[in-house]
Nanobody
């Protein structure tokens, strides 16, 4: 069993930066791939980024590539999402999710956090 808690969201102006954290409980978290997803008002939840259990592999949605960076510290049971050059269209609730296998499909992720709100003002 893995429990996930996101933090680091907030209000930022366009062009600014935020770093989201996903803190996990459960001694097996270091063997799980982790993904970040987001859901904007009135839209479906979408993939943002994912990282393999050992941090070697990463993938990003085209909309955030070059601006967002996913990383992890397994010693701290934490995954991060560094978000730079934020745009108003990045406004959403951001969720982290964990699964034994690596990928971008949210259907496969077994464990989810409650989400953290990110609001980017123009």
């Amino acid at each position: 069993q893995v429990q996930l808690v996101e933090s680091g969201g907030g209000l930022v102006q366009a062009g600014g930066s935020l770093r989201l954290s996903c803190a996990a409980s459960g001694r097996t978290f270091s063997s799980y791939a982790t993904g970040w997803f987001r859901q904007a008002p009135g839209k479906e939840r979408e993939f943002v980024a994912a990282i393999s259990w050992n941090g070697i592999r990463t993938m990003y949605a085209d909309s955030v590539k070059g601006r967002f960076t996913i990383s992890r510290d397994n010693a701290k049971n934490t995954v991060y999402l560094q978000m730079n050059s934020l745009k108003p269209e990045d406004t959403a609730v951001y969720y982290c999710a964990a699964d034994p296998s690596y990928g971008s499909s949210q259907i496969k992720y077994d464990y989810w956090g409650q989400g953290t709100q990110v609001t980017v003002s123009a």
